[in-house]
C-alpha cells in the first residue's frame, strides 16, 4: 500500500536560514510525488512534481526537491526561508506512477513551517 | 490563471440535513475529485470522477454521499443526510490530462455540522 510520512509536524526558521522539510514515501509502483502548500485560508497549491524525468525537481518560489528511490525520501528544501514561506506543506503521492492511475492523491499529515524575522 | 473555485467558503448545517458544496472545475480539465480534511488530521481522498461517471470512491464515500456534473461547468458533492463527523473541509480538484496526475485544488468549503 502507498503512503507518505512527513516526519516534522512543526518546522521553525529563521528568516534567511535554510528550510527543509523531510517525507518518506511507501509505493509500490513507480510514483508520481509532489509537495504542496496551503496558506492560511487558502486553497492548496502545487508547489513541483516528481514524475521520473530528473531526480532533482525545482518548483516554485526557490524550493526544490530531491528524489532519493534508495532512501524512499522526497525532502523539500530552500536556501533561504522568506516570511512569506511561513505555511502548512503536504507531500503527496499517487499511487500508479505518472498517468498510470485515475490518480488518486495520498497525502502526508502537512508540516507547518514557522519563519521567524 | 484558471483556478477551481469553490462555493460557499463555509456552510453550518443541523445534523440529518442534506448539503451540496459546489465547485468550478478549471474549463478544459478533465477528471474532477473531491477530498476532505477533518480538523487535525490528513486530506483524504473520497472520490474522483470522469466521463460523467465514478472512476474510483474510497470507503468513506458511503450511500450518504454522491456526486454530480450536472451542467458543462459544476461539479457537486451532495451530502444526503449530515452527520457530526462530516464536519471537516472538503477540497475539489481538477487534472486535465490522463498523462499528468498533477491536480489544482480549489479554496475549500468548511462544513460544520451542529
Known amino acids: 500500500a502507498q503512503s507518505v510520512t512527513q516526519l516534522d509536524s512543526h518546522v521553525s526558521v529563521s528568516e534567511g536560514t535554510p528550510v527543509l522539510l523531510r517525507c518518506n514515501y511507501s509505493s509500490s509502483y513507480s510514483p508520481s510525488l509532489f509537495w504542496y502548500v496551503q496558506h492560511p485560508n487558502k486553497g492548496l497549491q502545487l508547489l513541483l512534481k516528481?514524475?521520473?524525468?530528473?531526480?532533482l525537481v525545482k518548483g516554485i518560489n526557490g524550493f526544490e526537491a530531491e528524489f532519493k528511490k534508495s532512501e524512499t525520501s522526497f525532502h523539500l528544501t530552500k536556501p533561504s526561508a522568506h516570511m512569506s514561506d511561513a505555511a502548512e506543506y503536504f507531500c503527496?503521492?499517487?499511487?500508479?506512477?505518472?498517468?498510470?492511475?485515475?490518480?488518486?492523491?495520498?497525502f502526508g499529515k502537512g508540516t507547518k513551517l514557522s519563519v521567524k524575522p | 490563471e484558471p483556478e477551481v473555485t469553490q462555493t460557499p467558503s463555509h456552510q453550518v448545517t443541523q445534523m440529518g440535513q442534506e448539503v451540496i458544496l459546489r465547485c468550478v472545475p478549471i474549463?478544459?480539465?478533465?477528471?474532477f475529485y473531491w477530498y476532505r480534511q477533518i480538523l487535525g488530521q490528513k486530506v483524504e481522498f473520497l472520490v474522483s470522477f470522469y466521463n460523467n461517471e465514478i472512476s474510483e470512491k474510497s470507503e468513506i464515500f458511503d450511500d450518504q454521499f454522491s456526486v454530480e456534473r450536472p451542467d458543462g461547468s459544476n461539479f457537486t458533492l451532495k451530502i444526503r443526510s449530515t452527520k457530526l463527523e462530516d464536519s471537516a473541509m472538503y477540497f475539489c480538484?481538477?487534472?486535465?490530462?490522463?498523462?499528468?496526475?498533477?491536480?489544482?485544488f480549489g479554496p475549500g468549503t468548511r462544513l460544520t455540522v451542529t
Open positions: 503527496v503521492v499517487s499511487p500508479g506512477g505518472y498517468g498510470g492511475s485515475q490518480g488518486n492523491l495520498i
Open positions: 480538484a481538477s487534472r486535465y490530462l490522463a498523462g499528468g496526475n498533477e491536480q489544482y
Open positions: 516528481y514524475t521520473s524525468a530528473a531526480t
Open positions: 474549463s478544459n480539465h478533465l477528471y
